[in-house]
């Protein structure tokens, strides 16, 4: 059975078209061989006969001779010299045969790794953390991961929220973990537990040591805040508007980190909003702050892991926030289930 192109000439041999315009045949175009047939072909490479060849990889004998005879067809390239007593590989055959056994061990190390990957909790995770949360959750978070998950690669990377939320997005982190509500499309929020802020004072401020401070205090207070760019000053500046503070009031940013904003506060140069979490850390090391506490309700803050939507892994990072829920509970917090 031959084929032709209008106004062209039938077939050449082996099937090739003519070259427009030119009636001489162009050279067949190898097909490409199936991963059966370069198995078949590797075999018979390896042992120079094709029982041994057929029983190494489980085929029939016919079918492993039909599979080389298929890829030398395939290629249009004889691959082994046949002789009655014995096998040997062309000098094509053997250029090929390397090539073919790095062919099938790149397929095998796609396999694995698909293996692996279907496997939870397992490979690299990168987990981005915001500077205020980072020193007070991540011993939590990394004995969760020691213990339940040993073979997870957690990397851990601390930035302020735009920057994780872009990396995210972008692809460069897996997971985060900060302040939320983030309002972010195509964001999925995971939380965690609810904090409430409290104040830290000077040892003999009026403050020090109450229970019941109101919201109102703050309208007046000389508060340190954190620098641009925190999510915590925001979250504080909001708590100042609720409570009715102006913008006039005397307020202080001279800090880019709570260490450093609690030394200030020691200091004696105002006072300052942290979160419970932080609370036993940051002033742990002076004996000259004194805490209050806010009557209730309390302000507060929200914690969550944030993931792209759909994301592949959403399942287990579902179950990372259970895990991590159940091992946050020790914390001066009140667990979001």
């Known amino acids: 059975m031959t084929a032709s192109i209008p106004g062209g000439k039938p077939d050449g041999p082996g099937g090739a078209l003519p070259w427009p315009g030119t009636g001489k045949v162009a050279p067949a175009r190898p097909r490409q061989p199936s991963l ?74 796609l396999m694995e790794e698909a293996d692996a990957a279907r496997a939870p909790f397992t490979g ?20 969760l991961v020691h213990d339940a998950y040993p073979q997870l690669d957690l990397q851990v990377h601390e930035e302020q929220t735009s920057s994780l939320l872009d990396g995210l997005t972008q692809g460069r982190l ?9 309002g972010a499309p195509g964001v999925t929020e995971l939380p965690l537990f609810d904090e409430d802020f409290v104040l830290v004072t000077p040892c003999d401020h009026w403050l020090a040591g109450r229970g019941d401070i109101p919201r109102a205090a703050l309208r007046e207070l000389d508060l340190l805040l954190l620098d641009e760019g925190h999510c915590l000053r925001d979250q504080a500046l909001d708590i100042c508007r609720e409570a009715g503070r102006t913008e006039g009031a005397p307020m202080t940013t001279s800090a880019a980190g709570l260490s450093t904003l609690v030394q200030l506060v020691g200091g004696g140069l105002g006072v300052t909003l942290l979160p419970r979490t932080a609370l036993r850390v940051e002033t742990g090391r002076s004996d000259r702050l004194a805490t209050g506490y806010f009557a209730d309700p309390a302000p507060s803050r929200r914690i969550a892991l944030a993931m792209r939507s759909g994301a592949a892994r959403q399942g287990e990072f579902e179950e990372f926030a259970a895990a991590l829920r159940r091992e946050l509970r020790r914390l001066p917090v009140r667990i979001v289930e």
């Open 36 to 109: 059966a047939q370069l198995r078949a072909f590797a075999a018979v490479a390896e042992h120079l006969h094709f029982r041994d060849a057929a029983a190494a990889i489980g085929m029939s004998q016919p079918a492993l001779s039909g599979a080389v005879s298929a890829l030398e067809e395939s290629l249009g390239i004889q691959l082994l010299e046949r002789t009655t007593r014995k096998v040997l590989l062309s000098p094509a055959g053997e250029r090929l045969a390397a090539r073919a056994r790095t062919v099938l061990d790149a397929v095998a190390a």
């Open 124 to 143: 690299v995770l990168r987990l981005g953390v915001i500077p205020t949360v980072a020193p007070y959750l991540l011993p939590a978070v990394l004995r």
């Open 174 to 182: 897996d997971l985060l973990l900060l302040a939320v509500p983030l």
